[in-house]
């Protein structure tokens, strides 16, 4: 039994007490309204069979129908204050229980995919270090392959720093130690060492402005880059160009990378952020991922007193724009 099938049970159970309550209210206001009704008429028989004047009789009865009336407010004022928090409650309810059933198809889908995403790289590395156990390899045919070894290694790295990272953020035992630097050449930097290992069959074209200085976190911020050219050389086609770009304008300084990708829906461009969550269905998707590396850049980049962003490129594609405080 799946945690779906498990939300989903006791959601019916649920849904069924609500009707029963809602039946039962419907049963007690009738007979309220109609016990009011016969206490009404007694009492006006009871005022007719008094020796009292025909004035007498009517001044009690415009009061008795006067309580009559203050009695039908008062049963549906109740009535409609009850059925607001009864709404307000299975709302609330509804609003957790969809919560629940959401996080359970993420962490359903990040289970199949970071099963997919270790054992892959685990298993081309083996298979490459078998062959050069195995086989009398040119120079050439070793280098080739001992490289794709360290590719497919860093690839897997990088995997583990992102799991662990979100662990730490999780659990609230992330610490940041920034130094003021050369942001200009340090991104020039980590962006090289990202195209040498993973090997990109995109483009990297720079606009980097020289001198721009910050205050950044050494051991995190790579995962900015890092994951963001990831995910615009995942989702843009072969050869494409991806755009880096950095500047500094009115004490802002505005990192961005643009691809040429499929885009991004205005109803995902806050949800990408979530932790595991990934457009479209795990076991059909194409491209490789986790959920975990959009959802680490967001609060590396708030950690920094930063915003992200996403706009759409043109033609086509995808800009995350980042924005922090040259102060």
Known sequence: ???????????????????????????????????????????????????????????????????????????????????????LGIFQIRKTFKREEDLSKQQRNFLLSITHELKSPIASTKLQ?????????????????????????????????NILLAAKIENKVYLSHKEKINFSEYINDITNQSIASFNYSQKVVFEIEPFVNMSVDLTTFPSIILNLLENAAKYSPQNAIIVLSLKQKNNKIMLSIADEGEGISDDEKLN????????????????????????????????????????????????????????
Not at 28 to 54: D, G, Q, R
Not at 141 to 155: F, G, M, Y
Not at 286 to 312: A, C, D, F, R, S
């Open 129 to 161: 270090l078998q062959t050069l156990q195995k086989h009398e390899l040119s120079r050439e045919k070793q280098k080739e392959i001992l490289s794709n070894a360290i590719h497919d290694t860093d690839r897997l790295n990088n995997l583990v720093e």
């Open 1 to 87: 039994m799946n945690r779906t099938t498990k939300i989903a049970r006791p959601l019916f159970s649920f849904y069924l007490l609500v009707a029963y309550v809602l039946l039962q209210f419907v049963w007690w206001s009738y007979h309220m309204v109609k016990l009011n009704n016969e206490i009404y008429l007694l009492k006006s028989e009871i005022n007719l069979l008094k020796e009292e004047t025909a004035d007498q009789v009517i001044l009690k009865g415009n009061k008795l129908n006067e309580k009559l009336h203050k009695r039908w407010l008062m049963i549906s004022s109740e009535g409609v204050v009850f059925i607001g928090v009864l709404f």
């Open 272 to 327: 990408v952020f979530q932790k595991f969550y990934r457009v479209g269905n795990e076991e059909t998707r194409k491209t490789k991922g986790t959920g975990l590396g959009l959802y680490i850049v967001n609060y590396i980049v708030k950690q920094h007193n930063g915003i992200i962003t996403i706009k759409n490129n043109v033609p086509r594609g995808s800009v995350f724009e980042v924005v922090f405080d040259a102060g």
